[in-house]
């Protein structure tokens, strides 16, 4: 399936508006986060990896603020475990409407994968099946902070043993220095992949105020306070990483 060159932000905007996750953004969405967040290619397809070493035969799998699906694909693509479905959740209409587009053509392109079941709704009123996998890419900065400890706390609850969460996140740093320097150089990674200084700076002033990142030692602190036993960093790129939690 096309998809338009991310544009959105490249006139001067009359008025500013909060970033919303709309028909828009949805329409443009893969080169946007392509050229937005480092890694994000390598992260997406080794959830699906690490997915396949957790995953239990009758259980569930989570890809939770699905987006178009991006992670539910490569779930489908490496794990085999039996009897598995995956369920891909998100709040935004427009993002579930091409997020079954693009799953229908993965259906036409490959045989005998995970049947997977798009839901809308917002995933703070989920009510989990027993899970071995819990994906959340980039989702849970997105969320109230109030509201964070007790989703994952209700993940937690709904994993099986030898089951996994995998978390990926923008981090903010403790110390000033280094919040600045990996801040101005994801600001020159965003401009070598083609971005105005106009629309970097639209973007922040649009997603600033919805998106409200963690330090790293504020997420594992917060997922073991959760229940989880162990939390380990598997992924690194400037100021976004990806955590695997175990129950």
Known sequence: MSHDPDRLFAKPLAQHQDFVFNEDVARVFPDMIKRSVPGYP????????????????GTHLY??????????????????ADHCQVIAVDNSTAMVERCREYLHAQDAMFQELLPVDVIEADVLA?????SSLVAMNFTLQFIPREQRPALLNRIRQGLVPGGALILSEKLRFEDEQEHAL???????????????E??????????????????????????????????????????FASLIALP
């Open 42 to 57: 390598t992260i997406v397809e080794n959830i699906g990896v690490l997915a396949a070493q957790f995953a239990q035969p």
């Open 63 to 80: 890809d939770l603020g699905c987006s178009l699906g991006a992670v539910t694909q490569a779930l489908r693509r490496h794990v085999k």
């Open 126 to 130: 989920l009510e989990f099946q027993p």
């Open 182 to 196: 990996l801040t101005n150089l994801h600001v020159a990674f965003k401009r070598a992949n083609g971005y105005s």
């Open 198 to 239: 106009l629309e970097i700076a639209q973007k922040r002033s649009a997603i600033e105020n919805v998106m409200k990142p963690d330090s790293l030692e504020t997420h594992r602190q917060r997922l073991l306070d959760a229940g989880f036993s162990k939390v380990v960093p598997w992924f690194q790129c400037l100021n």
